[in-house]
């Protein structure tokens, strides 16, 4: 007889953010806004940067520590850790190995994606397949960026936006196979390369290498065309949810609470208005921690977890927007229900 495959469930969550707390009175002298029109324009009134001493990778191991604490495991138990991050410590090795080498995870095996702020979702989808195809039974599922070593402070697009965090999920197999069951149901991904110029770090890769000219022409931070990404995120995220939705035989009414990527406060609730989803049901972070890229969710994740919003049986929606251009969307369903707890 054929094997079901086995779902993914959550059996935790971690997130960690850096001590700074950088509000809008003080990018308002930077930037030329005030601290009511940022807030107007982005929804932020805080964000989080890096100390000068902390790395991407110090962030994603508190994440990763905090949701091995909760389940009450360690770094030995893993089959694989995750890592999704666009502001990685070094090119290589790996974010995740420096992840891996810190939890002692000695036979798990470790690597980056790169998808910018739809990262999470596409280290969820790939650990979702690990763990389905019986490849893995314990892994780490992680967004970490430093965003704010790649500002601009002048650059009003984008230095009034970014913070920078961590957030982590650490995934089993469930032995629940009913379609009810607790764990990821659905997930959905996309890209299209030819917006790719909309959002870039245009220098400090193999096509233009850092050299006296590019660092000049201030090319080694993120350049962004605001406008032009709103309009695309918008059309984007609210037709992949509909569609999302509708392959399952679902609408947003049977949705328990949706988070989506923590990019704008204004995309936010466009999205929102236009999915038919109450601000009640829409879990936000935005105006504490900004947009933190791939980190976003995970750490909405955590805290919506931590603070006992999220109740066994409840159907979460997932969603992300980024560079790339980058996008996705999930259904889980929350709770651990029967998990395989053997190792290995």
């Not at 694989?80 to 995870?105: G, K």
């Not at 990821?184 to 290498?209: F, K, N, V, Y």
Request: aromatic share 4%; hydrophobic share 45%; with cysteine.
């Amino acid at each position: 007889m054929p094997v079901t495959p086995r779902r993914s469930v959550v059996l935790a969550t971690g997130s960690a953010l850096p001590e700074r707390i950088v509000t809008n009175e003080e990018l308002a002298g930077v930037t030329g806004l005030s601290p009511s029109a940022i807030t107007a324009r982005t929804g932020i009134r805080t964000r989080r940067w890096a100390a000068p001493t902390q790395a991407t990778s110090d962030l994603a191991l508190r994440a990763a520590e905090a949701a091995l604490k909760q389940a009450g495991c360690d770094g030995r138990e893993l089959d694989a850790i995750i890592l999704s991050t666009t502001s990685p410590d070094y090119f290589f090795p790996s974010t995740a190995c420096l992840v891996q080498r810190e939890l002692r995870a000695e036979r798990a095996v470790a690597f980056d994606v790169a998808a910018s702020c739809t990262g999470f979702l596409t280290a969820l989808s790939v650990g979702d397949q690990l763990i389905r195809t019986g490849a893995a039974r314990r892994l780490l599922v992680i967004g970490a960026e430093i965003k704010s070593r790649s500002l601009d402070p002048a650059d009003r697009s984008t230095a009034i936006l970014f913070g920078d965090g961590a957030g982590a999920a650490l995934l089993a197999p469930s032995e629940e196979t009913a379609p009810d069951a607790p764990g990821l149901q659905t997930i959905r991904l996309g890209a299209d390369g030819g917006g790719a110029p909309l959002i870039q770090l245009p220098a400090g890769g193999s096509r233009r290498p850092m050299t006296p000219e590019t660092l000049a022409a201030n090319l080694h931070t993120m350049r962004m065309n605001g406008p032009a990404v709103y309009r695309k995120a918008v059309i984007t995220l609210v037709r992949t949810v509909r569609e999302l939705l509708a392959d399952a035989g679902l609408s947003a009414e049977d949705v328990t609470h949706a988070i989506f990527h923590q990019a704008n406060g204004r995309l936010l609730d466009q999205v929102t208005r236009r999915l038919g989803l109450t601000p009640g049901q829409c879990i936000s972070t935005i105006a504490e921690t900004g947009n933190t890229s791939s980190a976003s969710l995970p750490i909405a994740l955590n805290q919506a977890a931590r603070q006992g919003r999220l109740l066994d049986g409840d159907l979460l929606l997932l969603a992300a927007f980024g560079g790339g251009l980058t996008w996705g969307a999930a259904l889980l369903r929350w709770g651990a229900g029967r998990t395989t707890t053997s190792v290995q």
